[in-house]
């Protein structure tokens, strides 16, 4: 039985809200999932914006990277959704869904393998 004066261990399943790693994967799962889900990339970016600034200065090019990633995705997909009138956001919009794929996953392997990113301001991959 336990003491009720000791406070509960954390659950295991709570890491993934804390600032880290762990947090970080499931914020780029989330935006991975939103292409089936749709609403999972708001929760992911605001996981991002709530932890950012709250961890090694390696995590912290993942967070800046994975807030960019999501408002300029938002951006290009507004952006191609005004051009469907003039035809050319029906080819905008696959090329957007695949640079916020691209990124996504560049951004899970740097994490796999501890990397930070090198220029998380950047606009391109």
Known sequence: MSNPDQAPEPRQTDRWLEPGKTNLQVIYVLYLASFVIGITGIV???????????????????????????????????????????????????LVALWVIIRTIVGLQKLGRNEPIADPQSWLL
């Not at 991002?48 to 951006?75: D, Q, V």
């Not at 507004?78 to 956001?89: E, P, R, T, W, Y």
């Open 44 to 94: 992911g970016i605001v996981l991002a914006h709530l932890n950012r600034g709250k961890s090694e200065a390696w995590l912290e090019s993942h967070y800046t990277w994975a807030i960019r990633t999501f408002w300029l995705g938002l951006l290009g997909a507004l952006l191609s959704g005004i051009l469907m009138f003039v035809l050319i956001g029906m080819l905008l919009m696959p």
